[in-house]
């Protein structure tokens, strides 16, 4: 018959006793901070103090004045950025996506404004193909808000195989134009409703 070992034992019972004292320790702590009394200010309190001194239509907060918006502002950023929960000018990112409808989108990131399309062979010539990336850079509706990187690749008669062709920065500058109309006519468009 074997002997428990008195030290064995008393580590044994040592070990709950301890977690029992950490877990009384930590209720302790949590029910000293449960007696403190919270007052906010309501808008409706507010309205009856005549406190002149506090706005009510723009109260700050610890995330700075526009405070944290995850899924788009409220009205008055809405005007300038066109809201709609994406991290970049919701115009912007419409017309991005209209303008290059007829393209598949391979890629489409609305946090980081960024639209990659796949290849692209236009009916009407099938030795060529093109690919583009669309980098929406501001949250305002500006000229210089969108770039467009345009590649164009062509097919090698006697391979089949396709190689990089030179496309004009006209080309670019053509397609940035088309999504900044089309940006504004969806602005337009917002307004009026």
Known sequence: MRHDNPRRRHRRVRR???ALAAAAGLL????????????YPTTQALKTSGDSGYNTSR???IFGGEGLSLFGGGREREA??????VAVNSFLWRASLDTVSFMPVASAD??????????????EAPQERFKLNVYILDRQLRADGVRVAVFKQQQDPMSG???????????????EDKILTRARE??????VE
């Open 16 to 18: 709950p006793l301890l």
């Open 28 to 39: 302790a702590a949590c029910s000293e901070s449960a007696n403190v009394e919270h007052s």
């Open 59 to 61: 109260q700050q907060s």
């Open 80 to 85: 300038d950025t066109g809201g709609g929960g």
């Open 110 to 123: 609305p946090f980081g404004g960024v639209i990659i399309t796949d290849w692209y062979t236009p009916p």
């Open 161 to 175: 195989n396709w190689v990089d062709a030179p496309v004009s920065e006209a080309t670019a500058r053509d397609i």
């Open 186 to 191: 969806l602005r337009v468009a917002t307004r």
